[in-house]
């Protein structure tokens, strides 16, 4: 069984800060894959990164950066230099060879405002 | 990347009546797709998978007789919500994905169901 955990439930922070999502899994699979979702208050899910097991580096774009840590089963999210429009529910994912039907676990998300 | 339409964005209905959610793949064939509901500021719950050409695959706990999916041909899912309730009332979110469990997932804008 796959398990995703964000133990945010929602994190505040003002304009130009760094912030960090913590994302915590659990899986016995030894190949899997790891997203993370951005979620604005439209709703559509919007799709922001995607490493899979055996890539331990760490990942930039732009503002966003990943830390993947397999020896913490981590996969963290740091946004640098923060704007408003990064507000949204973030959600980590998880996906593995041996999951059913290709569906992608959910991390119960964390809601992130930033503030002017 | 890939591109996943829901429509209708929202829609309200009167207690007793149907209503039917269609979620299309644009521009790739999806032999699966999924179906989710989403509670405010919860994550999403995976209700059924759908596979094209046969039965659903539906979670423990959802009514297979009030949730009907039927998923036609590659590119189509439909969700229709039987004889709905304001129980029923929720976010609801579609997605296919291109491959694999290595493959992203695509989503659907979401489905605002308000049943009065």
């Known amino acids: 069984a796959q398990k995703v955990t964000q133990a945010q439930t929602e994190i505040s922070v003002v304009e130009k800060e760094d912030v960090t999502l913590d994302c915590v899994y659990e899986?016995?699979?030894?190949?899997?894959?790891l997203f993370w979702y951005k979620q604005p208050p439209s709703g559509e899910l919007v799709f922001l990164i995607r490493?899979?097991?055996?890539?331990?580096q760490n990942e930039i774009s732009g503002r966003y950066s990943w830390n993947f840590q397999k020896s913490t089963s981590s996969f963290n999210f740091t946004i640098t230099a923060s704007h408003v429009v990064d507000s949204a529910v973030y959600f980590c994912?998880?996906?593995?060879?041996?999951?059913?039907?290709?569906?992608?676990?959910f991390g119960s998300g964390t809601q992130l405002t930033v503030l002017p | 990347g890939a591109v996943v339409s829901q429509h209708p964005s929202w829609v309200i209905c009167k207690s007793g009546t149907s209503v039917k959610i269609e979620c299309r793949s644009l521009?790739?064939?999806?032999?699966?797709m999924f179906w989710y509901r989403q509670f405010p500021k919860q994550s999403l719950m995976l209700m059924a998978t759908?596979?094209?050409?046969?039965?659903?695959?539906?979670e423990q706990g959802v009514e297979k007789d009030k949730f009907l999916i039927n998923h036609a041909s590659l590119t189509l899912s439909t969700l229709t919500v039987t004889s709905a309730h304001p129980e029923d009332s929720s976010f609801y979110i579609c997605?296919?994905?291109?491959?694999?469990?290595?493959?992203?997932?695509?989503f659907g804008q979401g489905t605002r169901l308000t049943v009065v």
């Open positions: 759908s596979n094209e050409g046969s039965k659903a695959t539906y």
């Open positions: 899986t016995r699979d030894t190949t899997y894959y």
């Open positions: 490493r899979n097991s055996f890539d331990e």
């Open positions: 994912a998880l996906s593995a060879s041996s999951g059913s039907a290709r569906q992608l676990t």
């Open positions: 997605s296919a994905r291109v491959g694999g469990f290595d493959t992203e997932a695509f």
């Open positions: 521009d790739f064939q999806a032999t699966t």
